[in-house]
């Protein structure tokens, strides 16, 4: 473990922060409902929820998210569609079309595209871009921000924020700070204060179980963080410590990564009614797996590694995996798979609200091994 490599590690990771690169986050604001609402103008001024209406479905039915009008009732992503209806039983509910949002993200992706090829997509709406070096020439990674910010809006009729900063984790932060339409800069002089002023779980990476624990430990902000030694957050996190360490002091030096290669396939759904039969586990399973297997097929992937994921009525979560002796992408495979391994899980009477089954350990359908280099976290 890192613990045990302690005295190695201080002398290989000395503190060491670049700030010589140019980065900016792009982070697409209420990205479902803004294009929902662009091609229909009658929902403008309207609370506009995406997810399937609670009064159509009995009551099923989790928000994948929702505008800023539905926002203020205080709707939220991963609401249960029941309990927003609750909030703001005015509002609009839109199933949602996600291919559609999907050829919408890759329009948006195109615009990056003429500006570098250093791209890195963290999903449908959000990627960072390093600009450092970008294809127009030009020096001010903040007049590159506009630039997209424009473009998008011109083109597409979308907004968009931007983060612009010297690293990935300072620029996600910033692109968060102002939104919608919103363009934050953050100087490499800038990061501490701004660091220090930021509420604990705002730092990327630090989950609801980690900011109860730095909660404990009464860090609350970026200036308590600050203030704890490199050693204790190691020891009392490994990994996860060691990073914090570092971006307490602004410095993230991972870099900007194109088309990363996809390490694993899954398909995982949250239920806002609790599952407590297994035959309609079993058909949730059978769901998921088929997407998983749809995809595999479509990207020409094969996997070895089968995992589920069951999420219990008190958030407690385990996954378990199989490996198989030959890479499959194979549907019947997966599900009977996934079901198997469900079939071996301890009895556990609290329902399930949420299942999930990922094919990783994944190669071209060809044969061909991932690189080394795709194996890194
Ligand atoms: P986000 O960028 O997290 O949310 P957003 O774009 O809707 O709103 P914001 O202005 O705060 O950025 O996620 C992007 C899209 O991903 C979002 O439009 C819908 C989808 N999504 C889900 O389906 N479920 C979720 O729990 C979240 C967080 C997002
Ligand atoms: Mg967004």
Known sequence: SLHDALPISMLEFPLINDISR??????????????????????????????????????????????????????????SSKEAYERCPNAVFISGNYSHYREVGMQIREIFKRYTDLVEPMSIDEAYLDVTLNKLGIKSAVKVAKLIQYDIWQELHLTCSAGVSYNKFIAKLASDFQKPAGLTVVLPEEAQEFLEKLPIEKFHGVGKKSVERLHDMEIYTGADLLKIPEMTLIDRFGRFGFDLFRKARGISNSPVRPNRVRKSIGSERTYGKLLYNEDDIKAELTKNARRVAESAQKTKKVGRIIVIKVRYSDFSTLTKRMTLDKSTQDFDTIERIAH??????????????????????????????????????
């Open 22 to 79: 140019k980065i900016i986050h792009i982070d697409m604001d209420a990205f479902f409902a803004q294009v929902e609402m662009r091609d229909d103008p009658s929902l403008k001024d309207k609370p506009v929820i995406i997810g399937h209406d609670p009064r159509k479905t009995g009551g099923r039915g989790v928000v994948s998210t929702c505008n800023y009008e539905a926002r203020k009732y205080g709707v939220h992503s991963a609401m």
């Open 340 to 377: 198997t391994i469900f079939d071996q899980l301890e009895e556990n009477s609290s329902g399930v609200r949420l299942l999930g089954v990922t094919l990783t350990g994944l190669e071209d359908q060809e044969g061909r091994q991932l690189d080394l280099d795709d194996l890194e976290s």
